[in-house]
């Protein structure tokens, strides 16, 4: 989707986390990959060019996950979290059903064959 005409942000860790979330979404957002944590630098960079846009993080339930979440807090606290069940670990390896099942309940349109694969696994 293009940058111009997404009204939401989705802040990921990896290149793995960008492509998954993107194939589940019907919204239009512009997922960014920080590839970890990032330089104050580049944060403010990409703070300048959220504009009045609705963003969100989701990153790993790791240590490296949570540093990224307390970088947002501190020079973005406006920007709303995300959170994979901690036995997942990354969200590149979490189901596809928990993920629509996040993205869902922040209000992002996920593909319905995506909430379906829950249900047809129980």
Do not use: W
């Amino acid at each position: 989707m293009s940058e111009e005409y997404a009204d939401k942000i989705i802040i990921v860790e990896g290149k793995s986390d960008k492509k998954k979330v993107l194939g589940m979404i019907k919204d239009r957002v512009e997922v960014i990959c920080t590839n970890g944590t990032i330089s104050l630098s580049r944060l403010d960079e990409l703070i300048d060019s959220f504009g009045d846009r609705q963003v969100f993080i989701l990153a790993d339930a790791d240590e490296a996950g949570e540093k990224l979440r307390r970088q947002f807090r501190r020079e973005y606290p406006e920007a709303e979290h995300l959170y994979i069940d901690k036995m997942y670990k990354e969200v590149a390896t979490a189901p596809y059903h928990h993920l629509a099942m996040v993205l869902l309940g922040a209000n992002i349109d996920v593909h319905t064959e995506f909430l379906e694969m829950g249900r047809t696994a129980q």
